[in-house]
């Protein structure tokens, strides 16, 4: 039996860091408003001509470096965005060549917004355990920048560009819970809801890239109830209750999103880590960005018992088990 371990990760953020005021210049908006709404403080935007895949091959190889492994180790590369380089080809295969992995190997991206990492990781743990892969990078990067209608402030005030990474390894899965690895993987998507955040255009739809619209209030009830959902699904698929967890580690929407859930899973918010404030929503690259920065700072460590939770447009949520 195998397990894919995470052995390393990474982060990037663009270089220009907009804080709130510097947004209230161009956008009806305020500090107070957007800090007492959401928690955000600042977010990073991506330069003219910095795409995707120049972020998400930074947060590669940050995390190659902390897993101390070479490109060339790397056998699978599932990148998870909303914001591709190009309609095609996968901005995964511009990753591989800007890495320097070996040519060959397989490379494609998902897409599932903001539980769009959950999903990468799913699909890369299961070609893992099935023998398809031993060294998995998987990436969550976005330039939702690129998507932002700077015209409807409810919206443009929250997301933020960046990239994470993880990389995965095969490992032997003779133990339970107390060995290192992914000890599962929950997905989920209700297409119902796909009308209350998305982006209003698309090649086969209007030829044209179009802007993220949003319900939010709608939004903010569904992944509250929904993130909820499927951590205690988590739990009770490893027989555990939220009091065994070291860390939850929660894609990076909101702080009140973040702080309605813990009180609805009646779990200490001093348990939930939280960077929000410090780069917005990425979306699919939130997840890892928020594990990255709690690593260097000394929050999560080796051995730590870990949930990762996200929920996106679609509606698209998932959550996963891990022994760091
Ligand atoms: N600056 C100042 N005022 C604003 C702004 C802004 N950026 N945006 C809206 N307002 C105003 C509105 O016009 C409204 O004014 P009015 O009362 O005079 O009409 C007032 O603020 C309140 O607006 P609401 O929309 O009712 O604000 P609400 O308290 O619902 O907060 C928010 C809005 C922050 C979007 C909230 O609904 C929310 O957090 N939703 C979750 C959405 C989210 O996080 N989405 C991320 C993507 S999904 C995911 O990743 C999970």
Redesign the pocket.
Known sequence: MVRSVIAGCGAYLPANRVTNDDLAQR????DA??RE??GIVARHFAAEGELTSDLAAQAARAALADAGLEADAVDLIVLATATPDKTFPATAVRVQTLLGCRPGVPAFDVQAV?SGFLYALGVADSMVKVGLARTALVIGAETFSRLLDFND??TC??FGDGAGAVVLQASDASGGLEQRGIHSVHLHADGRYQDL?YVDGGPSSTQTTGFVR?H??E??RH?VTNLSGVVTEALEANGLSAADLDWIVP?Q??Q??LDGTARKLEIDPARVISTIALHA?T?AASVPLAMSVARADGRLKAGDLVLLEA???GFTWGAALVRL
């Open positions: 956008v009806d908006t305020s408003w957007i709404r959401s903001c402030r409810t005030v929250l955040l949003m939010g209030k939004v903010f992944a894609h929407a909101n009140r999103i929503n979306s929920l996106g447009g």
